[in-house]
C-alpha cells in the first residue's frame, strides 16, 4: 500500500497558521515579483478566477476588499513543509518527498495496524482509521490540512488524494474495483499525462482514465512512449514508478532570479551575480561538494517577456566550495556581460564538474589559502546564517542597503518560524 499526503492550498495554509485574519478569506500567493496567482484558497477558487491570473488583473478587486494577496515567503514555506515531513518520518515505514508540498509514504502493514487497536471487520478500515490520526497530528503540530491519499500504486494514491482532500474527514482508500472512479477522470488530470498527451489520445478515442487503462499497450506506446504505459499500467493496480532518490547529489547546481525592476548599471549586474553565487555556493556545501567552475549570464529585458542572454564560462583555479574564491574566478568576467544603455531582466550562475572532496586531482603548488581551510570559514558562515537568519553574514560585494534588483515582494509576511526578530508578539 502506498500512501500520498498533500498539503491543500499550501503557500495560503501557510499564511493562515499566521494570520487568521485570512481564515475564510479569498486569499492568493502570489508569484516571484509578485507577478500571478500561484497559490489559491477554496475561496478565491470559487469566484472562478484561475491559476496563473495576473496580479495587476486583481489589482481593483483587492482595493474594494473582496480579495486578500501574499507575496511568496518561501523561507516560511521551506520550513512549515519540513515540519510535516519530521512527523512523516515518524509515524510511517518510509517518506519520499516529492514536492515542497507533498510526500509518498509507505504506511505500516495492516496487522501492524491492527495491532495498535484498528482492529475492524472491514479490511480497509485500518488504513482509513490511520490516515485520519495522520492527518490529525499534522493539523494540530503544523496547522496544516492535508488530503491522503492510499492506493496499490502512486498514480493511484495521486487520484484518491485527490478525491479525499474533497472528502469531510480528508482521506480516501481507492477500492479494489477502480473502474467507477476512473471512468469519471478526464485522461489530462491524470499524473503523468497532461495536456500535452490529450489531443493525440482523444484521436484514439482515449477520453478517461479508465480508457487509458484499458487500451492496447502498443498504442499507448506509440502516443507516449515508455513513460505513459508506465502510467497505464499503474491504473492497472501493478506499481512500477521506481523510488527517485531526491537526497541525490545533483550534477550541476544553479541559482537565478528575476529582478523586481529592471537593472542598467554595472553595479547592479554585479551585486546580483555575487549575491546568487553565494547563495549557489551553500547549496553545493550542504551536499558537500565542489564545483570545477561555472556559466554566468545575464538576460536583456525585452517587452512581453523573454530577451537575449549574454553567457561566459568561467573555470575555477581548482575545484571549490568557497564563495570569495568563485567570486575572485567570476568578477573579471561580469563586465563582458553589460552592455551601456541595456536594460536587464534577470541574472544566474549555474555550477557544473561537480565532484566530492578528497578526489584524486593535481593540486596548485602555490595556493595561498588551503581548501580546507576556507571550507570551514564557510561552514562556519553558513552556521551563523541558519541561526540568526538568511543573509545576515554576506560578502561586501553582495551589495549593502537598497538594492533595486532584488526580488519584487511587497506583500511578504513575517518569516515567525526561522527569524528571532520576526516571532510573534502576544499582546
Not at 595556493?367 to 560578502?395: C, H, M, W
Request: overall charge positive.
Amino acid at each position: 500500500m502506498i500512501g500520498l499526503v498533500d498539503g491543500n492550498n499550501f503557500f495560503v495554509s501557510c499564511e493562515r497558521v499566521f494570520n487568521r485574519r485570512l481564515v475564510g478569506r479569498p486569499v492568493a500567493v502570489l508569484s516571484n515579483n509578485d507577478g500571478c496567482c500561484v497559490s489559491r484558497s477554496n475561496e478565491f477558487k470559487a469566484l472562478g478566477i484561475p491559476m496563473g491570473t495576473p496580479y495587476y488583473h486583481l489589482k481593483a478587486r483587492e482595493k474594494a476588499g473582496e480579495l486578500d494577496f501574499c507575496s511568496s515567503n518561501y523561507e516560511l514555506y521551506g520550513d512549515m513543509s519540513r515540519r510535516i515531513i519530521s512527523i512523516l518520518r515518524e509515524e510511517t515505514v518510509d517518506v519520499e518527498q516529492y514536492s515542497i508540498d507533498e510526500a509518498f509514504i509507505t504506511p505500516p502493514s495492516q496487522e501492524a495496524l491492527e495491532e495498535r487497536g484498528n482492529r475492524s471487520p472491514l479490511p480497509s478500515s485500518p488504513y482509513l482509521a490511520y490516515g485520519r490520526r495522520l492527518r490529525s497530528k499534522i493539523l494540530r503540530w503544523v496547522g496544516i490540512p492535508c488530503g491522503v491519499g492510499f492506493a496499490p500504486t502512486k498514480t493511484l494514491a495521486k487520484i484518491a488524494n485527490h478525491i479525499g482532500k474533497k472528502r469531510p474527514d480528508g482521506v480516501f482508500l481507492i477500492p479494489d474495483d477502480q473502474t467507477e472512479i476512473l471512468a469519471s477522470l478526464p485522461v489530462q488530470e491524470v499524473w503523468g499525462v497532461g495536456r500535452r498527451l490529450a489531443p493525440q489520445l482523444r484521436a484514439e478515442r482515449i477520453f478517461t482514465a479508465k480508457d487509458l487503462r484499458d487500451a492496447p499497450d502498443d498504442v499507448i506506446r506509440g502516443i507516449g512512449g515508455v513513460m505513459l504505459l508506465r502510467t497505464a499500467t499503474e491504473l492497472r493496480g501493478v506499481s512500477c514508478k521506481n523510488d527517485r532518490d531526491y537526497e541525490a547529489e545533483p550534477d550541476s547546481v544553479s541559482c537565478s532570479r528575476s529582478f523586481g525592476e529592471p537593472v542598467t548599471t554595472l553595479d547592479g549586474i554585479s551585486e546580483s551575480l555575487a549575491s546568487f553565487t553565494a547563495q549557489a555556493a551553500a547549496k553545493l556545501r550542504r551536499h558537500g561538494l565542489l564545483a570545477a567552475g561555472c556559466n554566468v549570464y545575464a538576460q536583456i529585458f525585452r517587452s512581453g517577456g523573454g530577451g537575449e542572454c549574454i553567457m561566459r564560462t568561467v573555470m575555477f583555479p581548482a575545484p571549490t566550495d568557497a564563495t570569495n574564491a568563485m567570486l575572485d574566478a567570476i568578477s573579471p568576467e561580469v563586465p563582458a556581460l553589460f552592455l551601456p544603455g541595456m536594460r536587464y531582466r534577470k541574472t544566474g550562475i549555474v555550477f557544473f564538474g561537480l565532484e566530492k572532496p578528497g578526489t584524486p586531482r593535481q593540486t596548485d603548488l602555490f595556493e595561498t589559502t588551503p581548501a580546507a581551510e576556507r571550507s570551514r570559514l564557510y561552514q562556519a558562515i553558513d552556521a551563523l546564517n541558519i541561526r540568526y537568519g538568511k543573509g545576515r553574514v554576506f560578502s561586501a560585494s553582495e551589495g549593502i542597503g537598497h538594492r533595486s534588483w532584488h526580488m519584487r515582494r511587497s506583500k511578504i509576511s513575517m518569516r515567525t518560524t526561522t527569524r528571532w526578530d520576526e516571532l510573534m508578539t502576544v499582546r
